[in-house]
């Protein structure tokens, strides 16, 4: 069970470290999108 929620969480930390990338690579498409909505 600790294993798994330490994995659970190094996985999520991953996937939010690669988003923020992804966003600061292309700014201008979170601005499009809120403008959109």
Do not use: I, W
């Amino acid at each position: 069970m600790r294993l798994s929620f330490g994995t659970l969480q190094r996985g999520n930390a991953g996937r939010d470290a690669l988003r923020r990338r992804e966003d600061a690579e292309r700014p201008e498409r979170h601005a499009t999108r809120s403008v959109a909505r």
